[in-house]
């Protein structure tokens, strides 16, 4: 299922209790990890709760919080798998190629000629660039990287993406010179 942009951005998703006094470890969504404490209370999806941070710190790979009324272990491990979200209004236009990953979702991609790939239906990053996966009319989904060489023309008005697919990027069959595409990329 592709999810549509929304009036919420997805900031964070809380995981596990942290010690005895009502600690949560926080896994952040945006390029600071702290992101998510900028913007004012977060709440649930369908808004029916509200959560102020009162303290947040980075531990590894994920964020130590503290929220208001969250005061032992026990309301905190109630918390766990809740998703946290951030009013669309409360954040900033995006300059110019910047885009929110919410928006981009959703989007056809088409290749060069204008015929169509697929949609994006998540944009990813394991650390080195953003990628956006392409699910196709039928077969397998795919990623691309989320650059200006693999991406050249995000048009929002027209509800769709342009990409530049180097020859074979898609192919299945081995390469002519004994390499997979996937070791070649």
């Not at 951005?9 to 998510?36: N, Q, T, W």
């Not at 956006?132 to 990623?143: A, L, M, N, V």
Request: charged content about 30%; hydrophobic content about 35%.
């Amino acid at each position: 299922m592709i999810n549509a942009p929304t009036d919420k951005i997805l900031m964070a998703v809380v995981g596990a209790a942290h010690g005895i006094r009502g600690e949560v470890r926080v896994k952040p969504y945006g390029d600071d990890p702290l992101s998510f404490t900028d913007y004012g209370p977060l709440e649930t999806e369908d808004g029916s709760r509200r959560f102020t941070v009162v303290n947040a710190r980075v531990q590894k790979t994920v964020v130590v919080t503290k929220f208001k009324g969250i005061n032992d272990r026990n309301a905190a491990e109630a918390l766990n798998g809740l998703e946290l979200y951030i009013p669309r209004d409360r954040f900033p236009e995006p300059e110019e190629d910047e885009f929110y990953h919410t928006d981009l979702i959703g989007l056809t991609a088409e290749d060069e000629s204008g015929a169509a790939l697929g949609r994006i239906v998540t944009v990813q990053n394991f650390g080195a660039g953003d990628l956006i996966e392409i699910r196709p009319p039928s077969g397998k989904s795919y990623y691309i990287p989320f650059t200006k060489e693999f991406v050249p023309t995000v048009d929002m008005a027209g509800n769709r993406v342009i990409c530049v697919l180097p020859p074979d990027y898609l192919s299945e069959t081995p390469r002519d010179d004994g390499r997979d595409d996937a070791k070649a990329r």
